[in-house]
């Protein structure tokens, strides 16, 4: 489904259907669509499927790109919001995980911590990022209560040592 969002964004581009704004308002509202039929779902199923799950993933998967896009292919948003936008999916992702399963955790959490390496490099002041890095690597932790899978203090571990980038 994550894919599929990038590739509809890909195609308005190069047909020129869309203007900037319109495209990152359609990526947004597509994502966020995602997420509400990912809920309706799991709810209406009572139970964890992961196809409901990487539903839920590719909307976290559209939101990213559409948020990178806002900066990286349009300069829409100033770097500090797209890197709290950004932060907040991760963590809504990392949230939702706890009634999805790891799936979305896996996507939650390496989507976090690669946070600081898809804005790329803004100045040498590193203590944003690792103040950062800790709220996710906390995050991750007490997700691990609900989460249980041993893989998932592995990745925890590898993105707290990468120090996120």
Excluded: C, N
């Excluded at 900037?20 to 990526?27: D, E, H, M, V």
């Excluded at 950004?86 to 790891?102: E, I, K, N, Q, R």
């Excluded at 996710?136 to 007490?142: A, C, H, Q, R």
Aim: zero cysteines; hydrophobic letters at 60%.
């Amino acid at each position: 489904m994550g894919l599929s969002g990038i590739f509809l964004a890909r195609y308005s581009i190069e047909q020129g259907l869309l203007g900037p704004q319109a495209r990152i308002l359609l990526g947004i509202l597509l994502g966020l669509g995602l997420l509400v039929a990912a809920e309706w779902l799991r709810r209406k199923t009572q139970t964890v499927y992961t196809a409901v799950a990487a539903l839920a993933g590719g909307a976290s998967v559209v939101l990213y790109s559409v948020i990178l896009s806002a900066l990286h292919l349009y300069q829409l948003w100033p770097p500090m919001l797209v890197f709290a936008l950004l932060a907040l999916v991760s963590l809504g992702s990392m949230l939702l995980a706890v009634w999805h399963g790891p799936v979305l955790a896996l996507i939650g959490i390496t989507g976090a911590y690669l946070v600081p390496l898809m804005l790329g490099s803004s100045g040498s002041d590193l203590l944003p990022v690792l103040i950062y890095v800790l709220i996710i690597t906390g995050s991750s932790l007490v997700l691990q209560r609900y989460v249980q899978k041993s893989w998932l203090f592995a990745l925890t571990l590898a993105g707290a040592l990468a120090g996120g980038g």
